[in-house]
């Protein structure tokens, strides 16, 4: 053990010495601290945005006059999805998907006003974040301290000597390994100071340290692998060149093919397609504008005979909003069906990619790092998810004022004159139909089994990297 101890703090004096470390660390750092800083004002600002508008659209729905309840279930209410808090570290596709959705009745509509503004307000920064920078610039960093570990000492002929002191290939390797080691865990120093600004806005502290271990699994693998090719080169020029060959192939072109191949066997139905289908469905369910539908025969059939009366004017009830209500409730169904069979497809296309990480680890931390931070697809459909129930509840309030608050005769009477129209009208109070909403992630536990494939793939990696190394430490030569 104490070789091993000798061989690491050797590392480590040759780093400092040869200011490797401490310049590599700068570049680290400095990157890090730009792209935390900007992505930091960024969700800041979009957060005190979203809140803002969120408080003055309910505002602004609870202050509108006495209406026919009809009118308000089309006036619609605006729902915003507020930023996870580790969103500001790893954004995930929250920078390319919308933040906020229309409600109204009889429709379901999409998310909307992706952050496209992202890339005027930081230019070529834009797509960069602190996740980013730990996956994609790390490993680079890694590398360098690392590509000359055992080929250096071969080039310096200190190898032979080492050896011939009872140095085995083995200790060598474990030296080298803890010095860089070390150097990693002070690399997520930062991300644990960053992150932590997280735990003001409601995460918990094993989420942080869940994200930290993440990353650590993913730079030792680079660790393993600039080792392993360390003691297979004996030139450091090839060790780099090989080394970064394998940083661009993993991290940029076979992340880049595997979304360009997943996307060439999608056979999901377009928008026009889907909603066409849908809307075919949708008109089997009768028009709940028409309370004369024949698609409501049966209800009227069963309300008359509950309350005991002949026709719908002697109901206690208006006819009409009963209608609205039933309608809704068939129409919802419906739409949800096709909104999940929308969700399952993208959820497919998205463990398609993610299966990818078997051959590039970027995807792999790129996926597990979402996954935790609450803004990967799952927590998108989430979103979509909680603003239905909302939408739903909200629109069925409304028709429930229109069958309780508002009388039969009246109804449909309204369009005879401007007297009959404002009897036609239910008090504003009955627009007090919004559930308080604020987005939440999902439970840590949730999120780590949804981050548990990847984590797989990555110790799948970092253990056969670390065979391949030990099997190879035991033939090392000068």
């Known amino acids: 053990m104490k070789q091993i101890l000798l061989i690491a703090a050797g590392e480590w004096r ?7 470390a401490l310049g590599s660390a700068f570049i680290f750092l400095l990157l890090f601290f730009v792209t935390s800083v900007l992505s930091s004002w960024h969700i800041e600002a979009q957060s005190h945005s979203r809140e803002h508008h969120q408080s003055e659209a309910e505002d602004t729905f609870l202050a509108q006059p006495d209406r026919h309840p009809h009118r308000m279930v089309h006036y619609g209410h605006y729902l915003f999805r507020t930023a996870a808090p580790l969103a500001s570290f790893d954004p995930g596709l929250d920078m390319v998907t919308g933040q906020s959705i229309f409600l109204e ?3 379901q509509n999409t998310v909307m006003f992706a952050e496209s503004a992202a890339s005027a307000d930081f230019g070529g920064l834009s797509w960069l974040s602190p996740a980013l920078i730990y996956q994609l610039f790390a490993p680079l960093i890694i590398i360098l301290l690392a590509y000359g570990s055992i080929a250096r000492e071969r080039e310096a002929a200190v190898l032979a000597p080492l050896m011939a002191l009872g140095v085995s290939g083995h200790q060598l390797i474990a030296g080298k390994a803890l010095a860089l080691l070390s150097f990693i865990l002070l690399m997520l120093v930062p991300l644990l100071i960053s992150s932590s600004l997280a735990l003001n806005r409601g995460e918990s502290l094993n989420a942080l340290l869940l994200l930290a271990g993440f990353y650590f699994i993913y730079l030792s693998l680079w660790l393993a692998l600039s080792l392993l090719a360390s003691t297979v080169f004996k030139k450091r020029a090839s060790v ?5 060959g394998l940083w661009f192939g993993l991290n940029l072109v076979l992340p880049s093919l595997a979304v360009n191949a997943i996307g060439s066997e999608s056979t999901a139905a377009g928008k026009i397609e889907s909603d066409l289908i849908m809307m075919a469905d949708l008109r089997k369910l009768g028009n709940g504008h028409n309370a004369s539908d024949p698609a409501f025969t049966k209800l009227k059939a069963d309300l008359l005979a509950e ?9 206690p009830v208006n006819f009409r909003g009963i209608v ?7 129409l919802t169904k419906v739409l949800n069906d096709y909104a999940n069979k929308r969700m399952m497809a993208e959820l497919q296309q998205e463990q398609a990619l993610v299966r990818f990480g078997w051959l590039s680890p970027a995807l792999a931390i790129a996926a597990a790092s979402r996954a935790i931070a609450g ?8 979103f979509q998810t909680q603003a239905e129930a909302v939408r739903f509840n909200f629109v069925q309030g409304l028709n429930r004022a229109h069958a309780e608050a508002l009388s039969y005769q009246a109804d449909i009477n309204r369009n005879k004159d401007e007297d009959s129209w404002k009897k036609a009208r239910v008090d504003a109070s009955n627009w007090q139909v919004l559930d308080e909403y604020e987005f939440q992630t999902a439970a840590l536990s949730e999120r780590y089994s949804n981050a548990a ?4 793939m990555l110790l799948a990696w970092l253990i056969l990297a670390i065979a391949i190394l030990f099997w190879r430490g035991g033939s090392i030569k000068p």
């Open 14 to 20: 040759y780093w400092l010495r040869s200011r490797l």
């Open 105 to 107: 009745g009889h429709r």
């Open 240 to 244: 780099l060149l090989t080394l970064f």
């Open 307 to 315: 309350h005991g009366v002949d026709n719908i004017e002697e109901l």
């Open 324 to 330: 609205a209500m039933y309608s809704e409730k068939k």
């Open 375 to 382: 803004t990967d697809l799952i927590h998108y459909h989430l």
């Open 453 to 456: 494939q990847a984590m797989r």
